[in-house]
């Protein structure tokens, strides 16, 4: 079985090949081609690749492209993960954002969908050529925003491409282990859009135990959603919300801490990530060194991420518990096992709703849930969503679909309808300000200056 990544150059292809390498299954992936633009980073994850490969007989073999065609010719799976623009473009989302007094995070407010705009071009391009020219190949999708980008792909592939996130993940394995069951045991009720979801029940045996925990500020408060939301919230809520609607509950704290730092998140990355392919891709290295680089580079990484908001939060640094990733590579894995093998599974993923979620359309891309088999991934009924959640998810899903017409477009009007109808931008004056801002700093949104 052979599988491509687009992005091969990025920081996480080495979590999915080390999920490879664990997978000793007959009809496992023997083949992994890797496509990026940057040809120096493609050399530079050619080297960890090799290091975690080494001592391993029959590790997948590892090629690298920067041809798009070659890629995907003869390809079973395509794994997406692009970053149009990288991470000075990410940097530049968050910079441009704080400068209008709202949030520029990568996938949330305006920082997400100026790189809806920007990334949602290059995926539909991309999904026309895998239709062309690998038509029987499924598209894992991890590229954010992986909502939207899923839903642009979808356009072209129908439900051939299925959109993966680790944070539904993490967040069920968490409250199941704090429950004292094993994560694979329990049944996570989620539902919502990507990085905007809700764990409103968590089943063990066919029965809730989410109100036991609910119950319990102390066990609450004892993981790192609890820290961030607080025990009251949670139980006002009766739900534990994915993290990202940190910055949707308290969002004026959170941008206030993001403009008071030194270095947005996106700057980080940008400058620890150049140190990192710059020492991995020395040709004078020897064995092990890049994937030590990686190694450090990650933990690094791991450590600081959603840092702001823990400081809103006031809980400080990370658990040691918390620093183990949702595992989208191995969610991954999983996926391409139950349909490649007819190994079914039920996995959180985000696919078209068909009716799942009465409030929005068949061809909206939702996130729960799904029972997945040799033919795809099929949405889990779901029961209503409360009407808080109602609001949230039909007018971030309306901005979304604005991101989807603004590409095809190419509309200077729809991109601001996009910005304006978002919940965490608060004025059709900044939304028409952040277009302009935007259009001027990244080449690839020239067509809406």
């Given at each position: 079985m052979r599988l491509t990544?687009?992005?091969?150059?990025?920081?996480?292809?080495?979590?999915?090949?080390?999920?490879?390498?664990?997978?000793?299954?007959?009809?496992?992936?023997?083949?992994?081609?890797?496509?990026?633009?940057?040809?120096?980073?493609?050399?530079?994850?050619?080297?960890?690749?090799?290091?975690?490969?080494?001592?391993?007989?029959?590790?997948?073999?590892?090629?690298?492209?920067?041809?798009?065609?070659?890629?995907?010719?003869?390809?079973?799976?395509?794994?997406?993960?692009?970053?149009?623009?990288?991470?000075?473009?990410?940097?530049?989302?968050?910079?441009?954002?704080?400068?209008?007094?709202?949030?520029?995070?990568?996938?949330?407010?305006?920082?997400?969908?100026?790189?809806?705009?920007?990334?949602?071009?290059?995926?539909?391009?991309?999904?026309?050529?895998?239709?062309?020219?690998?038509?029987?190949?499924?598209?894992?999708?991890?590229?954010?925003?992986?909502?939207?980008?899923?839903?642009?792909?979808?356009?072209?592939?129908?439900?051939?491409?299925?959109?993966?996130?680790?944070?539904?993940?993490?967040?069920?394995?968490?409250?199941?282990?704090?429950?004292?069951a094993r994560p694979e045991e329990a049944w996570i009720d989620y539902v919502g859009l990507n990085h905007l979801g809700w764990v409103r029940g968590l089943r063990i045996g066919g029965r809730d135990e989410l109100p036991r925990l609910l119950a319990d500020a102390r066990a609450l408060e004892s993981f790192e959603e609890g820290r961030l939301f607080g025990a009251e919230w949670l139980r006002s809520l009766g739900a534990i919300p994915n993290e990202y609607l940190h910055y949707y509950y308290f969002n004026r704290d959170t941008v206030r801490a993001y403009q008071e730092v030194k270095q947005t998140r996106g700057a980080f990355l940008r400058d620890q990530q150049r140190g990192f392919y710059a020492e991995a891709g020395r040709p004078d290295t020897g064995p092990g060194a890049a994937l030590a680089a990686w190694d450090r580079t990650r933990a690094e990484r791991e450590a600081t991420y959603m840092a702001e908001n823990r400081e809103v939060a006031g809980v400080g640094e990370r658990e040691e518990s918390d620093l183990e990733s949702g595992g989208y590579e191995k969610v991954a894995l999983a996926l391409m096992r139950a349909i490649a093998r007819d190994e079914r599974a039920t996995l959180i993923l985000n696919v078209r709703n068909r009716g799942t979620l009465s409030v929005l359309d068949a061809e909206a891309v939702i996130e729960v849930p799904c029972l997945v088999d040799a033919n795809g991934a099929h949405p889990v009924a779901v029961d209503p969503l409360p009407l808080h959640a109602v609001g949230?998810?039909?007018?971030?899903?309306?901005?979304?679909?604005?991101?989807?017409?603004?590409?095809?477009?190419?509309?200077?009007?729809?991109?601001?309808?996009?910005?304006?109808?978002?919940?965490?931008?608060?004025?059709v004056g900044v939304a028409r300000r952040l277009v302009t801002g935007y259009a001027a700093e990244h080449p690839g949104l020239g067509y809406l200056r």
């Open positions: 990544i687009l992005g091969g150059g990025g920081f996480r292809v080495p979590l999915v090949y080390g999920a490879l390498l664990g997978d000793h299954a007959e009809g496992r992936v023997s083949h992994v081609t890797l496509y990026d633009e940057d040809s120096g980073r493609l050399r530079a994850m050619a080297r960890v690749l090799a290091d975690q490969a080494s001592g391993i007989a029959d590790a997948p073999a590892v090629t690298a492209t920067t041809d798009l065609d070659e890629a995907l010719r003869g390809a079973d799976f395509v794994f997406s993960a692009i970053r149009v623009g990288g991470l000075e473009g990410r940097a530049a989302d968050e910079r441009i954002a704080l400068a209008e007094g709202v949030l520029g995070q990568e996938t949330v407010g305006a920082g997400g969908i100026a790189y809806g705009l920007r990334t949602v071009p290059v995926a539909r391009e991309i999904a026309r050529r895998v239709a062309r020219t690998a038509p029987d190949a499924w598209v894992i999708n991890f590229t954010n925003p992986a909502g939207v980008v899923t839903e642009a792909m979808a356009e072209e592939l129908g439900d051939r491409v299925i959109g993966i996130c680790d944070s539904p993940v993490g967040l069920g394995r968490r409250i199941a282990r704090l429950l004292g949230l998810v039909t007018s971030v899903k309306a901005a979304e679909r604005e991101v989807l017409a603004a590409a095809a477009s190419g509309s200077r009007a729809d991109a601001v309808k996009a910005f304006a109808l978002h919940p965490l931008v608060d004025s």
